[in-house]
């Protein structure tokens, strides 16, 4: 079964990699704009096709011949309008399956996409999940909470003044996903041969959390007294743009915090055994984000 993968480098990516590799029935093809990332993984069979995603002939030619494409649309946080940064990949990848005939997709979605509006990037996930539900290859949608590895983002901010500065109020709550539990549960299904039609998976990692509660886990994992402070829409803009971020993505994320903020992100169905993974946040900041704090 030949497999094509795109986003191979970054955090789902590389640990979807990194579970799949090995697989004698497997033959993995990586869609990377550097193969040089992607040495290793090449040194143990995988193939890598280097390339720009935003090139439709690029990502029809990466995926000739595959059985199945995860479809990962990697952040880019330069572009002038991330909707139409998706729009652009998604149309893209559909071709692709629709010109090989590709059989079977899975595309990594958010949860919150069946929202119309208001969700920031994940808009243009949501247009993802129309675009391929329009089409004829059998499709599993992932809708991951809010990634715990968001709050990498935070570790200056930790570091300097003990505290967590967020466009939302402590009192919010929100689902949390380690991004190692997503890669399991893509790995799961790229290689389950059973499902057939098209369907929408919902993960909402172990447990949700207020801001606060989340401040107070990872001020035990580390020691140190850490606070949730909520900053203002503008500042929040303000301090993104700063760091680097284009005027839009700044934007959409802000726009996101928004929703969290009223309750609205979440995901479309109740929490259940199935919608959970394993990965408490505790266990995630004593791994993870006290390391990157403590060094």
């Known amino acids: 079964m030949k497999i094509a993968i795109t986003g191979p480098t970054g955090n789902i990516g590389r640990q979807l990699v990194k579970t799949l590799l090995g697989r004698e029935d497997l033959q993995l093809v990586l869609m990377a704009r550097d193969g040089k990332k992607l040495e290793k993984e090449q040194m143990m069979g995988a193939v890598v096709i280097e390339g720009d995603i935003n090139d439709g002939a690029y990502v029809r030619k990466a995926t000739e011949g595959a059985d199945a494409l995860f479809l990962l649309i990697p952040p880019n946080i330069a572009v002038k309008s991330v909707r139409s940064y998706y729009n652009r990949i998604t149309d893209s990848a559909v071709c692709a399956v629709g010109t090989h005939k590709i059989p079977r997709v899975v595309l990594l979605s958010s949860i919150g996409a069946h929202l119309k509006e208001k969700t920031g990037p994940v808009l243009g996930l949501r247009d993802a999940e129309l675009s391929f539900m329009q089409g004829h290859a059998d499709l599993t949608i992932l809708r991951p909470a809010y990634y715990m590895e968001n709050f990498l983002a935070a570790v200056g901010g930790i570091q300097q003044t003990n505290a967590i500065y967020l466009p939302v109020s402590g009192s919010a709550k929100s689902a949390f996903i380690a991004t190692a539990d997503i890669a399991a549960v893509a790995a799961?299904?790229?290689?389950?041969?059973?499902?057939?039609?098209?369907?929408?998976?919902?993960?909402?990692?172990?447990?949700?959390?207020?801001?606060?509660?989340?401040?107070?886990?990872?001020?035990?994992?580390?020691?140190?007294?850490?606070?949730?402070?909520?900053?203002?829409?503008?500042?929040?803009?303000?301090?993104?743009?700063?760091?680097?971020?284009?005027a839009d993505y700044a934007q959409q994320l802000v726009e996101l915090h928004q929703c969290i903020e009223s309750g609205e992100f979440k995901a479309e169905q109740p929490r259940s055994a199935e919608t959970s993974t394993p990965t408490s946040f505790a266990q995630f900041a004593r791994e993870v984000l006290a390391p990157a704090i403590k060094g």
């Open 188 to 246: 799961k299904v790229l290689v389950d041969f059973s499902w057939k039609g098209k369907r929408v998976m919902e993960f909402q990692g172990a447990a949700d959390l207020s801001f606060d509660e989340v401040a107070g886990i990872i001020s035990k994992a580390t020691g140190r007294e850490i606070k949730h402070v909520q900053v203002t829409p503008e500042q929040a803009f303000e301090a993104m743009t700063g760091m680097g971020l284009g």
